[in-house]
């Protein structure tokens, strides 16, 4: 990833879907709401092009994203939060997102609502690890 993008990224211990299964538990467990998972790469090969395996999770809450929106309208862009999980040329699988600091600062989020987004990084790894 190119540097000052505002976009984290992690090294996975396993698969794509792997990766994403777990991404998945977790969200269930923590009772957020999963909104969609595009496989860009099963898409892809539906046209008859091919990409390494590569899948985005977009998931979140109303209870957190909608203060949000009232106080930093503009982030309904950047919302629901997303997870991308990606193979690269080596085989090695890596969970990339938003920054929240990134996200806080691109749409002039309060502090005080900065939690709402955080979570990211803790879902991010736990899918990971």
């Known amino acids: ?8 990224t992690k090294q996975s211990n396993h698969s794509v879907d ?6 998945q538990r977790t969200l269930e467990a923590k ?4 909104f969609g998972v595009v496989d860009h790469s099963g898409e892809a090969e539906k046209v008859g092009l091919k990409i390494r395996p590569t ?7 109303p209870k957190a994203g909608t203060p949000l929106m009232l106080a930093a309208p503009s982030i309904a862009i950047d919302l629901p939060l997303k997870i991308l999980v990606s193979e690269d040329e080596q085989g ?4 990339s997102y938003n920054s929240p600091d990134y996200l806080k600062q691109r749409h002039s989020v309060p ?3 900065l939690q709402n987004i955080a979570i990211v990084e803790a879902l991010a790894m736990k899918a990971a690890e």
């Open 18 to 23: 792997e990766t994403l299964k777990n991404l």
């Open 111 to 113: 502090t005080e609502l």
């Open 55 to 61: 899948k985005l999770v977009m998931f979140g809450s």
């Open 1 to 8: 990833m190119a540097p000052n993008t505002g976009i984290l």
């Open 31 to 34: 009772g957020v709401t999963v």
């Open 92 to 95: 090695k699988v890596w969970v």
